[in-house]
């Protein structure tokens, strides 16, 4: 009886299926230097409740995980709060005064962080909501006997536990560590976890087309599963890298134009700033001539310097050609 019993859950957790996920962005145009946002919508759809255990996804080189980067920031603004706070049950007074003034020139110039990891973490709005346990780390000790000491908490005996459940205990903990928790979704119930991107870089970024594979992980049934979905995004150049490029490059254009002559430092500014202003609206008429577009790729910085450089270069014969000013 027994063994039918195993052999029914074994049958009704192969038939079950996968999860529901369905993906979607908050903005359908992603420009380059701003955050952006992937939602992740996961739906229970058994009839017994499902423990998700988090999604993530790997990023390009070109993305960065900003929720990495904020934990990284709350780490760094909590050693300083520490510090200080032990500073004064030590009553050091002129430490403190000296290392507050030492903060403040930090803030002004602040370094820059790391990239961050290539595996994206997505969280909800409960996970953001709590806050890191402050007595829970890993594991701190390891006595003959079996015992686990963890923090100043609770002892746990892994000496009856397999090698399975220890590793899942120790991934457990790793994930409070990081401000992950469990979530029970029971029947029928669904949850939103969202990514938060951003590039690395906006001037010089090339426009790129990416697709997500999100890996979901949860348990059922007491067996662990993974389901993924794909999720196609464009991030495009800003415009204003695009207009930088362009005026750069309407500078270098009238600079090394041999027709040029400068006699006066007002001749010298009114070159350039009619380059300047010409390159800009070139780059605004380029964008908007469909034909034109497989000729010359004013998508990102590159393509605007390049354009730029022709207007500077060639001067108003070019620019009569591409608006085609009538003769009377």
Do not use: C
Not at 118 to 126: F, G, I, K, L, Q
Not at 133 to 146: C, Q
Not at 170 to 197: A, C, K, M, T
Request: glycine share 6%; no cysteine; charged share 25%.
């Amino acid at each position: 009886m027994e063994d039918k019993v195993k052999e029914s859950k074994v049958l009704a957790t192969a038939m079950r299926g996968a999860l529901k996920l369905e993906t979607t962005s908050a903005t359908p145009l992603v420009s380059a230097g701003k955050e952006f946002s992937i939602y992740l919508i996961i739906r229970n759809p058994f009839a017994v409740p499902v423990t998700i255990f988090g999604a993530e996804t790997h990023i390009p080189i070109e993305l960065n995980d900003e929720l990495w980067r904020k934990r990284k920031i709350e780490e760094f603004l909590l050693e300083r709060l520490l510090l200080i706070e032990d500073l004064k049950d030590k009553k050091k007074i002129w430490k403190i005064f000296w290392l507050r003034i030492f903060y403040f020139f930090q803030d002004l110039f602040p370094k820059k962080i790391e990239n961050s990891p290539r595996v994206a973490v997505a969280v909800s709005t409960d996970t953001e909501v709590k806050k890191r346990e402050k007595n829970i780390i890993m594991a701190s000790s390891i006595t003959a006997g079996g015992e686990v000491k963890i923090g100043d908490v609770f002892n746990l005996n892994i000496t009856d536990m397999t090698q399975e459940e220890i590793r899942k205990l120790i991934w457990e903990i790793n994930e409070y560590q990081i401000g992950r928790y469990p979530l029970v979704l029971n029947p029928g119930d669904s949850v939103v976890q969202h990514f938060i991107l951003k590039t690395n870089n906006w001037i010089t970024f090339t426009p790129i087309e990416h697709t997500f594979q999100i890996q979901v992980r949860y348990v059922i049934d007491e067996s662990t599963h993974i389901d993924t979905i794909p999720y196609s995004l464009n991030i495009k150049a800003s415009i204003a890298s695009t207009l930088i490029g362009s005026v750069v490059g309407s500078l270098l254009g009238s600079v090394v134009n041999k027709s040029n002559v400068f006699i006066s430092a007002w001749d010298i500014g009114k070159t350039l700033l009619t380059s300047t202003i010409f390159a800009i609206i070139i780059v605004v008429a380029f964008a908007r001539k469909n034909n034109v577009q497989q000729i010359i790729s004013i998508e990102d910085f590159w393509g605007g310097l390049f354009l730029g450089f022709l207007v500077g270069y060639t001067g108003e014969s070019f620019i009569d050609s591409v608006i085609k000013v009538p003769t009377k």
